[in-house]
């Protein structure tokens, strides 16, 4: 039985999308379909199997109930203002009602030219969207609040890049698509009707609680801000960088949205950023605070009007609220420190864990593997087994010394609070992950993908990265770095 749809989004004035349907291919043939998600979403497995299935995620098809629609967004790309944006390739096919009541949307990215294609051919390479849906399930799998992919389908078509490559479209799954720059959009060009909107459909969307509130519209920019500062804390303790955090791929939702120049850090070096345009670092790891800050900056910015119908009332309100974000995300990073190092929220636990990051970027270390390994370390330091390989953290230094210090500290602490240590590590392993989706092996699987339609590397990677804090030693060449043959230094936007 195929999906029922609602149209939500296309409800809205015609503002805010362009009517076009996705551009049928060929031959379209599956690659992945994430079976798992569907059910969650009550789709029926049957029919995402079908041949109806594959015309509907390919674009051949539009299903009676469905209006595919091309989201209308503006953005700040890297602090630059730019007016018109939108859906360039993507098609939001609609709204899809889970099992437990809540609301997904369904798109189609590399589906095809719509109104906001600036000359671009609407489609996608094989191989981001590869990358994309391997991303999302590993984010996902991680407990990173994230857009998840529902299938990756072969057009059967090639596309022109610098070289042709076969073409390929992905089905995201997000809880909305609506972004900062979407705010932007009717906020910059005049038009606060639509921001109102806009900002009632959030509402109904991620927070209904908020509908009759007498300061919904200052609330709703307050749980935004939570959700981002949160999701950045997240991301930045398992060494994650978006790559490129214009406003455009922030979602309100708190979600992370459009996987392009992303990357996990190996060796921990703060001011690591990936994004090949990304020439002064302002997307590095250690930056994505003071963007996110900012983005929300002009956020808040369009909802000044709604906020308070004073205009110096509103920005003090507003401001009031921006001035507490930089607290907020270092209460949730250091509480996300504390717990990787094994001990309770606090300052010296904080200062503590900020201390080893410092080493490991002067020691050159590994952060995931460094992380994993204090799970695996006796209180004791003489009943450590010093030979223990992949596990034992103080290899990964350049100067093991240096660890050596901060591990006497550690215990130190530990010893302090005592408690059951065993239980601490359990606690730890299930809070370091083991597995992370390093960029090499992103890009094994996308260059399988284009060179070969090689999809195995794919496959067996989401196998691996669905159980990322369990230990998984017949897979131990994926927590492995990369040799120095294999290091990816620049990955790219757009597909």
């Given at each position: 039985m195929?999906?029922?749809?609602?149209d939500q989004?296309?409800?809205l004035?015609d503002?805010?999308y362009a009517?076009v349907d996705?551009?049928?291919?060929?031959q379209?043939?599956?690659i992945?379909l994430n079976?798992?998600?569907a059910k969650?979403?009550?789709i029926d497995l049957?029919?995402l199997?079908?041949a109806d299935?594959?015309?509907?995620l390919s674009?051949k098809k539009?299903?009676?109930?469905?209006?595919p629609?091309?989201?209308?967004?503006a953005?700040h790309q890297?602090?630059?203002?730019?007016?018109?944006?939108?859906?360039?390739?993507?098609?939001?096919?609609?709204?899809i009602?889970?099992?437990d009541?809540?609301?997904r949307?369904?798109?189609?990215k590399?589906?095809?030219r719509t109104?906001?294609s600036?000359?671009g051919?609407?489609?996608?390479s094989?191989?981001?969207?590869?990358?994309?849906?391997l991303a999302?399930?590993?984010?996902a799998?991680?407990?990173i609040?994230?857009?998840r992919a529902?299938?990756?389908i072969s057009?059967?078509?090639d596309?022109?890049?610098?070289?042709p490559?076969?073409?390929?479209?992905?089905?995201r799954?997000?809880a909305s698509?609506?972004?900062?720059g979407?705010?932007?959009?009717?906020?910059?060009?005049?038009?606060?009707?639509?921001?109102q909107?806009?900002?009632d459909?959030?509402i109904q969307?991620?927070?209904?609680d908020l509908a009759?509130?007498s300061?919904?519209?200052?609330?709703?920019?307050?749980?935004?801000?939570k959700?981002?500062?949160?999701?950045?804390?997240?991301w930045?303790?398992?060494?994650?960088?978006?790559g490129?955090?214009?406003t455009d791929n922030?979602?309100?939702s708190g979600?992370?949205?459009d996987?392009?120049?992303?990357?996990f850090?190996?060796?921990?070096a703060p001011?690591?950023a990936f994004?090949y345009?990304d020439?002064?670092g302002?997307?590095a790891w250690s930056?994505q605070?003071?963007?996110a800050?900012?983005n929300l900056?002009?956020?808040?910015?369009c909802l000044?009007p709604?906020?308070?119908?004073?205009?110096?009332q509103a920005i003090e309100?507003?401001n009031?609220?921006?001035n507490q974000?930089?607290q907020d995300?270092e209460?949730?990073f250091h509480?996300?420190?504390?717990?990787?190092?094994?001990?309770?929220?606090?300052q010296?636990?904080?200062?503590l864990?900020?201390?080893?990051l410092d080493?490991?970027?002067?020691?050159e270390?590994?952060?995931?593997l460094?992380f994993r390994?204090?799970g695996?370390?006796?209180?004791d330091?003489?009943n450590?087994n010093?030979?223990n390989g992949d596990l034992?953290?103080?290899?990964?230094?350049?100067e093991?010394e240096?660890?050596?210090?901060?591990?006497a500290?550690?215990?130190s602490a530990?010893?302090?609070?005592?408690g059951?240590?065993a239980?601490?590590?359990?606690?730890m392993?299930?809070t370091?992950p083991?597995f992370?989706?390093?960029?090499?092996?992103a890009q094994r699987?996308a260059?399988a993908?284009v060179?070969?339609?090689d999809?195995?590397?794919l496959?067996?990677?989401?196998k691996?990265?669905?159980k990322?804090?369990?230990?998984?030693?017949?897979?131990s060449?994926?927590q492995q770095?990369?040799r120095?043959?294999e290091?990816?230094?620049?990955?790219f936007?757009?597909t």
């Open positions: 195929q999906p029922n749809l609602s989004y296309a409800s004035p503002a805010f009517r996705p551009t049928p291919v060929a379209p043939r599956v992945a079976s798992a998600l969650s979403l009550g049957d029919w199997h079908s299935g594959l015309a509907v674009g539009v299903l009676p109930d469905s209006q629609i091309a989201q209308a967004y953005a890297f602090g630059n203002w730019v007016p018109q944006l939108g859906d360039g390739r993507a098609h939001l096919l609609g709204e009602e889970t099992p009541g809540r609301i949307d369904l798109q189609l590399g589906s095809g109104p906001y600036r000359g051919d609407g489609r996608s094989i191989g981001p969207a590869v990358r994309e849906y999302t399930e590993a984010m799998a991680l407990g609040p994230t857009t529902l299938a990756v057009s059967g078509e596309v022109m890049r610098e070289r490559e076969p073409g390929g479209i992905m089905c799954v997000a698509h609506v972004r900062i979407t705010f932007e959009y009717f906020a910059r060009n005049g038009h606060g009707e639509h921001v909107t806009l900002a459909f959030a969307r991620h927070d209904q009759d509130h300061q919904r519209y200052f609330k709703l920019f307050d749980r935004v801000a959700r981002t500062t949160d999701l950045v804390a997240h930045m303790s398992v060494g994650f960088v978006h490129v955090m214009n922030m979602a309100v979600e992370t949205l996987y392009g120049p992303f990357g850090l190996d060796t921990f001011d690591t994004s345009i020439r002064r302002r997307y930056r605070p003071t963007i800050h900012w900056a002009r956020l808040a910015e000044l709604l906020i308070d119908s004073d205009p110096n309100i507003a009031e609220r921006l974000i930089p995300f209460q949730a509480a996300r420190l504390c717990r990787k190092i094994g001990l309770d929220p606090g010296d636990a904080a200062q864990a900020l201390d080893l080493r490991m970027a002067a020691g270390a590994d952060m995931t460094t390994a204090l695996h370390l006796d209180l330091p003489d450590s010093l030979n034992n953290a103080r290899q990964h230094f350049n093991p240096s660890f050596d210090q901060w591990a500290n550690w215990r530990l010893n302090a609070v005592k059951n240590h239980e601490r590590q359990r606690s392993q299930a370091n083991a992370i989706l390093r960029n090499h092996l699987a260059d993908a060179n070969d339609l999809f195995q590397p496959h067996d990677m989401l691996v990265f669905a990322p804090f369990q230990n998984q030693p017949e897979h060449a994926y770095p990369p120095p043959g290091v990816v230094a620049n990955t936007c757009g």
